[in-house]
C-alpha cells in the first residue's frame, strides 16, 4: 500500500529544523536528509552582487565560472558555486569584494537595447561527474553527463529565440556561447536573469546561475530626481537606500570538512521515481542514485548568496527590490523585532513583477512564490536595535510540504542619519499601473489549463499541464492529454505537440486549475498579465466577480501567479510581440543552440515561428522538469 505525501507530513519525514526536506508530489513517500552544521544567524554583513550598468545599451559578456566562496563563516571550508561573472564593466558597489554566488545585476534603460553573451566556462571538474553537484542524465538531451546551459531572462519582453526557452533551444555545453539581443522595450521593474537549461535547470540555479536585471525608466530613473522621490542608491552601506534582497533556501554537506551544497539522491528503483520524461524508464545510472525529488527544501536561509546575513541600516526609509529565488520554497516574509512583543514597521508594497502600483500597499506579511518579485518600502525612523525578516508559516489557501525555516535576515537600526532625500512613503505613484489587457478578444472562449499528477502512485510517475483549445489554430488537445508513446498513457508532457497557439495580439483568458495538493507559482514567458480572479473548482466564471481572491498587491502587472489546491486562477494576457531588431543596431542572430536551425528538437516549426514560440510552467524548478511545462505558439 503506498503512503500519500501527506501521510507522511503527519509522520514528520519531511524536513524540520535543522533538516533539509525533500518532499514527493502525490502518492509516495517523503524523506528528510540531514542538513549543514548548525550555524549561527546573524553573523556576517549583507552584501549585494556588484552591479553592471548598462543604461547606455551596448554589448556585455557573463561566464558561467565555477567559483568557491565562504557562504558562512562557520562552514568549514569555501563552497562549490557556479557564478555568472562579467568579463568587463562590473563595478563592485561594497567596500570589500562580494563573497555570494549570485551573478551581477545588470541595470538597463527602457528602450535602449542590449546584446548579451553567455559563456559556458565551466571545467571539466564542475560537470556531473564531481561529487558536490549530480547531473541528471534522466532529462539532459543526449542523456549525457554534459550540464548545458540556457539563460532564460524572466519577465523579459523578448523574441522566443532570445528567451532561453527549452522548447526551441537545447542549450550549450562547455566553451559554447549563447548570444541574444534584448530590446528593453518594457516598464521599469526587477526581473532576473537564470538558467533554463532541459534536465538540469533546477540543480544549476541551486549551484548558483541567478542574478538580478533591473529596467529603469523615466518613472524609476534610479536617481534622487525621481517623480516618485522614492530611496535611491542601489547597493548596501551608507547611502544606499534602494537595496536588492534575493531569498534563496540551501543545504550544505553535514561534514566537519566540507562545505559544499548539498541536493538529494536516491535509489533507482525506489518509489521516488528518478523518471526520465514524461515518466519513462530511467536512465541506467548504475549504482550511482539519481538526482531526482519533486520539491528541494534546504535546512539555510540566504540573502543575496549569503547564509543569515545581517543588515546595518539607518533610521529612516528604504527601498528593498524582493525576489523569492528559491527552487520550491513559498515564503510568507514578516518583520519582527527582537522579542517579537512590540510592533514590527510595516511594508508598503509599491510594485511587483511588472513595475509600480498607482499606490501604495500597506501590509504587514507578504507572501511569495519562487519567480514572484516585490518592491517593498520599510520605515525604520521609529525603531531602534533590531528588526527581522521572519519567514512565517503558510497561512489562507497557500500549501507546501516545505518545512520551517525562519530566518533570513536582521537589520540592524542604527542611530544617525547620513541623508533625508526621498525619506517619506508617497501616497501615490506616478506612472503606477494595474494590470489592464483590454477586452477579451470577441469569439475567444476561456483556454483551461488542468496542472495535474499523472500515474500517481506508480513508480515513473511525473506532473503535467493538459490544456484546451481557445481559438482558430488551435490544436484539439485531447481531454487527458495527448498519448505518450513511451508510458503508453495520456501525458501532454513537454516534448508533445504544440496545443496552445494564441494569435498576435488577442487577448484571451486562460483559467489555471489546481487538481493537485500544493500550491504553484505559474510563469509565462514573454507576457506579463492580469489576475482576474480566484474561484472553487466547480464555481462557474460568471458569477465571480473581477478581483476575487486577488490580494491588493497582485493587481499590478505579474508574469508569475500563485495557483492554489482546488482553486482556478484565471489570468487575462494580450498575446503581443516585441518589436524586430533594428538591422542598424544588430542582426538578429540564430543560437547555435537551435537544431536545426529554424525548428526545434521536439516540435515541428517551421522557418521563422522559432521566434514565436515559449514555454508556460510552473516555477517550482522540480516541477517544471518532469514534466509541468508546455510549449506555446504565437500565430
Given amino acids: 500500500m503506498s503512503t500519500t505525501r501527506r501521510q507522511v507530513l503527519k509522520l514528520g519525514l519531511v524536513g524540520g529544523a535543522g533538516l533539509a526536506g525533500y ?27 556588484p552591479v553592471l550598468d548598462m543604461t547606455a545599451g551596448g554589448a556585455y559578456t557573463l561566464t558561467a565560472t565555477h567559483l568557491t566562496r565562504q ?11 557556479w557564478s555568472y561573472v562579467a568579463d568587463t564593466g562590473a563595478v563592485d558597489v561594497n567596500a570589500v569584494p562580494y563573497r555570494g554566488y549570485l551573478g551581477p545585476t545588470v541595470v538597463v534603460q527602457k528602450g535602449k537595447p542590449v546584446t548579451a553573451t553567455y559563456r559556458n566556462g565551466l571545467d571539466v571538474a564542475s560537470y556531473g561527474g564531481a561529487t558536490w553537484l549530480p547531473c541528471d542524465r534522466n532529462l539532459t538531451v543526449g542523456n549525457d553527463d554534459a550540464v548545458r546551459l540556457l539563460t532564460h531572462l524572466h519577465g523579459g519582453f523578448v523574441h522566443g529565440q532570445m528567451d532561453g526557452n527549452p522548447a526551441i533551444d537545447v542549450g550549450y555545453t562547455q566553451g559554447q556561447t549563447q548570444t541574444v539581443w534584448y530590446g528593453n522595450d518594457q516598464r521599469g521593474g526587477l526581473i532576473w536573469y537564470h538558467d533554463h537549461g532541459m534536465g538540469n535547470t533546477r540543480l544549476n540555479v541551486w549551484a548558483g546561475l541567478a542574478g538580478g536585471y533591473v529596467v529603469r525608466d523615466e518613472f524609476d530613473t534610479g ?10 542608491g542601489y547597493g548596501a552601506g551608507p547611502g544606499k537606500y534602494e537595496v536588492p534582497l534575493v531569498f534563496q533556501d540551501r543545504a550544505f554537506v553535514s561534514s566537519t570538512t566540507s562545505g559544499d551544497m548539498l541536493y538529494p539522491t536516491f535509489p533507482q528503483d525506489g518509489v521516488q521515481g528518478c523518471s526520465g520524461m514524461a515518466g519513462s524508464a530511467p536512465y541506467p545510472y548504475g549504482a550511482v542514485n539519481g538526482p531526482w525529488s519533486a520539491e528541494a527544501f534546504g535546512d539555510q536561509g540566504l540573502v543575496n548568496g549569503l547564509v543569515t546575513p545581517f543588515f546595518t541600516v539607518e533610521p529612516r526609509l528604504y527601498r528593498f527590490r524582493l525576489l523569492n529565488g528559491c527552487n520550491a520554497r513559498t515564503l510568507r516574509l514578516k518583520l519582527v523585532t527582537a522579542g517579537e512583543d512590540t510592533p514590527a514597521p510595516p511594508m508598503y508594497v509599491i510594485g511587483n513583477d511588472g513595475g509600480l502600483l498607482p499606490a501604495p500597499v500597506k501590509v504587514a506579511t507578504l507572501t511569495m512564490m519562487p519567480g514572484e518579485r516585490y518592491d517593498v518600502l520599510v520605515d525604520f525612523k521609529d525603531f531602534t536595535g533590531r528588526v527581522r525578516f521572519k ?25 544617525v542619519v547620513t541623508s533625508t532625500v526621498n525619506n517619506t512613503v508617497p501616497t501615490t505613484l506616478v ?68 496545443g496552445e ?8 483568458e486562460w483559467d489555471f486549475v489546481n487538481n493537485t495538493e500544493d500550491s504553484h507559482p505559474m510563469h ?10 480566484r474561484r472553487t473548482i466547480g464555481v462557474a466564471a460568471a458569477s465571480v466577480a473581477v478581483g476575487t481572491l486577488v490580494n491588493a498587491w497582485e493587481r499590478g502587472w505579474k508574469d508569475t501567479v500563485a495557483v492554489h489546491p482546488g482553486q482556478i486562477t484565471r489570468v487575462r494576457v494580450k498575446f503581443a510581440l516585441p518589436p524586430v531588431p533594428n538591422p542598424a543596431l544588430v542582426a538578429l542572430p540564430v543560437p547555435a543552440g537551435f537544431t536545426p536551425a529554424g525548428t526545434s528538437m521536439h516540435y515541428d516549426l517551421q522557418p521563422g515561428q522559432a521566434q514565436r514560440c515559449f514555454v508556460y510552467h510552473c516555477h517550482i524548478l522540480e516541477h517544471e522538469e518532469n514534466d509541468m511545462m508546455r510549449p506555446f505558439l504565437v500565430t
Fill in 391 to 415: 519567514n512565517a508559516p503558510l497561512n489562507g489557501f497557500y500549501t507546501s510540504p516545505a518545512g520551517p525555516l525562519t530566518d533570513f535576515l536582521r537589520f540592524n537600526v542604527g542611530t
Fill in 524 to 533: 509565462m514567458h514573454l507576457v506579463q498579465f492580469q489576475v482576474v480572479h
Fill in 71 to 81: 557562504l558562512h563563516p562557520q562552514l568549514p571550508r569555501p563552497t562549490n558555486v
Fill in 223 to 232: 536617481a534622487a530626481t525621481n517623480p516618485n522621490k522614492l530611496p535611491v
Fill in 431 to 498: 506612472g503606477g499601473q494595474l494590470a489592464r489587457p483590454g477586452a477579451v478578444t470577441a469569439g475567444l472562449a476561456p483556454r483551461t489549463i488542468n496542472l495535474r499528477e499523472m500515474n500517481a502512485g506508480a513508480l515513473h510517475w511525473w506532473m503535467g499541464l493538459i490544456g484546451s483549445g481557445g481559438g482558430p489554430g488551435d490544436v484539439d488537445v485531447p481531454a487527458g492529454g495527448f498519448a505518450d508513446s513511451v508510458t503508453g498513457s495520456n501525458a501532454n508532457a513537454f516534448h508533445q505537440e504544440i
Fill in 501 to 508: 497557439r494564441p494569435a498576435e495580439n488577442t487577448v484571451q
Fill in 23 to 49: 518532499g514527493l508530489m502525490g502518492d509516495g513517500w517523503a524523506q528528510a536528509v540531514t542538513g549543514a552544521l548548525p550555524l549561527d544567524a546573524f553573523t556576517q554583513p549583507l552584501q549585494v552582487p
